[in-house]
């Protein structure tokens, strides 16, 4: 994911994520500012905070009426129904999928 970030988004400066526990592992491997929606924080080291899963899906869900996130890159493990994936990938070591989606204005 942070190699697809790296080559295809360089304009962007900050990306949206749904879990710092899950994105923390991409720090070290972009330049970019990965922003936190659950804590509400940026996230700029590979040591982050457990959370609460169903809260998490909840803002998720809530993303679309937050002016902020409008216009930004979203970083996810959950499949959001209804919405574009934009690029996805695969942790073969952990299992888990992370997902790019682009939140419309």
Not at 79 to 92: E, N, P
Request: aromatic share 14%; proline share 4%.
């Amino acid at each position: 994911m942070a190699d697809y970030i790296n080559e295809n988004l360089p304009d962007e400066d900050v990306f949206l994520v749904d879990s710092g526990i899950y994105a923390q592992t991409m720090v070290p491997f972009t330049g970019k500012t990965l922003y936190d929606i659950r804590y509400q924080a940026n996230i700029t080291d590979s040591l982050y905070h457990v959370h609460d899963e169903d809260e998490v899906i909840a803002s998720i869900i809530d993303i679309p009426n937050h002016e902020e996130y409008k216009g930004k890159y979203l970083i996810s493990i959950h499949k959001l129904k209804g919405d574009a994936v934009i690029y996805s990938t695969s942790d073969s070591i952990m299992g888990e999928t992370f997902y790019l989606y682009y939140i419309p204005e």
